[in-house]
Every structure is written in C-alpha cells, then in structure tokens.
C-alpha cells in the first residue's frame, strides 16, 4: 500500500478558477508535508511547505494540514495556464530523511 | 538560485551494460538522494547518502545499483549490469541537512533508456 496518497488523478480547471488537491497519508509518523510541482521534462520544485494544523498561505497558493485526520491539501485560486503541471504531496517522517511521494496530480488549466 | 545538475540528459545503453548517472549537487549541501519515476507518474525513493555512506535504501535499489561521492565530486548511481526494466527517469536531490524545513532540491533528470 502507498503510503501517500492523492487525488484526484487529474483535474482540469478554467482559468481564473480554483484548483483543489487533496492527499492523505497512511501513517502517522509522517510529520512534515509538502507540495512539489512538475513540469513536463523537469524536475519536482518545491512549491510550499506545512508542519502545523491549519492553513498556509502564500501568494495563490494555500495549504491546510489536519493531522488528525492524516489530511493535506493544496487550493490554487486564480488558476492560471502556467499552473499546469503534475502535483505531488511529499511527506517525510521525524529524524527520518526519505521524501515519500504520493502518486501525483494532473493539473490542467484552460485558458 | 542553487541548481543541482545532472549529466547526461538522455542515455541510452543496451541491457546488460553498465551505466553512471552522474549528478552535481549544490556545493553546500551534505544530504544527497536518487529517486526513480516511470512514465511521468510516481516518484519512487531509491537512496540517500550522507558523509560518504548509504543512509537508508528503497526495496527498488537492487543488488545492481551503487551510489558514492568520491572525494567531494559528482555523485553518482551506478547500474551494472543494466536491465530493460531500469529505463526510466533518475532524479537526483540533495538538501542541506535532515532536519527542519528544507526541501530537497531535484535536479531536472536522467532519462535512461535500456534497449
């Protein structure tokens, strides 16, 4: 079993609109959470991070982590054509240095 | 910005032949890692490597694989012998320490095609 997992598997959003993306983890030990975005024939560039309950804000960009319910998620409001990619929720344990990728997010957004 | 290099872009070798995919990570940094993805989809943790030694490996790094970093130069995945399985994209990261808020940074990638 993966031990992140997201979805959905791909959206498609209209420009302007608002891009949500979800991803839960299935052990607890996980306790740091980011966003990676990649572009198609790059590498993964780290969007945000976010350690604490609650949300993260920056620029477009917000996360929320709930760690009780094992629940992270990435909204992108004012979604723009640049912001198509693949999305992934990374996770990482305590004193544990392995990044756990879940399997990704095909973002779509149309002018 | 800092930028982790990776050389080649693209290599093709037959099966059975041994490769090295070399990467350059940022000059500062002392954790270093190689991760698979397959067709555009799930990156798979292969290693990581600290102060010249293999700190934790997936189930994916098979007998064939091995990673060093001889005297501060390129870091590097060695596959011998080659399987066609193996064809897929390696990144490399690196991040400047275990703990706390930093992100590996990835490099953009060595596409390996075992024919």
């Known amino acids: 079993q993966q031990k992140v997992q997201q979805s959905p598997e791909s959206l498609s959003v209209p420009e302007g609109g608002m891009a949500s993306l979800n991803c839960t983890s299935s052990d607890r030990n996980f306790q740091y959470f980011w966003w990676y975005r990649q572009h198609s024939g790059e590498g993964p560039k780290a969007l945000m991070s976010i350690f604490s309950d609650g949300d993260k804000k920056e620029g477009r960009f917000t996360a929320h982590l709930n760690k009780a319910s094992l629940h992270v998620s990435l909204h992108i409001r004012d979604s723009q054509p640049s912001d198509s990619a693949l999305y992934f929720c990374?996770?990482?344990?305590?004193?544990?240095?392995?990044?756990?990728f879940g399997s990704g997010t095909k973002l779509t957004v149309e002018p | 910005g800092p930028k982790v290099l990776q050389i080649p872009s693209h290599q093709i070798i037959d099966m059975g032949q041994m490769v090295t995919l070399n990467c350059d990570p940022v000059?500062?940094?002392?954790?270093f890692y190689w991760y698979k993805q397959i067709l555009g989809q799930q990156m798979e943790f292969l290693v990581n490597?600290?102060?010249?030694?293999?700190?934790?490996k997936s189930k994916l790094f098979k007998d064939q694989f091995s990673v060093e970093r001889p005297d501060g130069s390129y870091f590097t995945l060695k596959i011998q012998p080659t399987a066609l399985e193996d064809s897929a994209v390696y990144f490399c990261?690196?991040?400047?320490?275990?703990?706390?808020?930093?992100?590996?940074?990835f490099g953009e990638g060595t596409r390996l095609s075992v024919l």
């Open positions: 990261a690196s991040s400047p320490s275990v703990l706390g808020d930093q992100a590996p940074l």
């Open positions: 000059s500062n940094h002392l954790y």
């Open positions: 990374a996770a990482r344990m305590s004193n544990y240095n392995v990044l756990y």
């Open positions: 490597f600290y102060n010249g030694k293999v700190m934790e």
